[in-house]
């Protein structure tokens, strides 16, 4: 065992870390919406704001959102380049049974294409970026 312990090789300057500290801190800041502001939290993922109802489900959906973000900072902040990526990868049904659940709901095809069809884009593209095997430099 060397004195000296290896440089973490995930710098927190690289893009696929700064791209998962963006997602991660889009999902907090939804978090915090669906919390503070529940009824333009439901407009925005595309439920009907149709009452009391509806907050229930959105505080549920910010503790779920909170717990996402939490991990993938815990997972950057850990540099675990590859666990972040499998996670991301993972929460891409999120998203997708978002959208099924609001086109469900009555909102358009295109509403859940732009918001949560986006976001499943956007994390299979991180995820991608991730998983992809690192260049050994010496």
């Not at 959105?58 to 950057?76: Q, T």
């Not at 509403?111 to 690192?134: I, K, W």
Request: aromatic content about 8%; glycine content about 8%; hydrophobic content about 55%.
């Amino acid at each position: 065992m060397s004195p000296n312990p290896s440089p973490l090789s995930w710098k927190l300057t690289s893009p696929t870390a700064l791209f998962t500290l963006l997602l991660g801190a889009f999902m907090l800041f939804l978090s915090l919406r669906a919390a503070l502001d529940p009824v333009s939290a439901a407009r925005g993922f595309g439920l009907a704001d149709s009452g009391s109802e509806v907050i229930p489900w959105l505080y549920v959906k910010a503790g779920r959102d909170l717990g996402l973000a939490l991990a993938m900072f815990a997972l950057v902040a850990i540099r675990q380049r590859k666990a972040a990526g499998v996670f991301v990868l993972a929460c891409v049904v999120m998203p997708t049974v978002d959208a099924l659940t609001v086109l469900h709901g009555g909102a358009s095809l295109a509403f859940a294409l732009a918001v949560h069809g986006s976001a499943a884009a956007y994390g299979v593209v991180l995820a991608a970026a991730l998983l992809r095997p690192q260049k050994v430099t010496s």
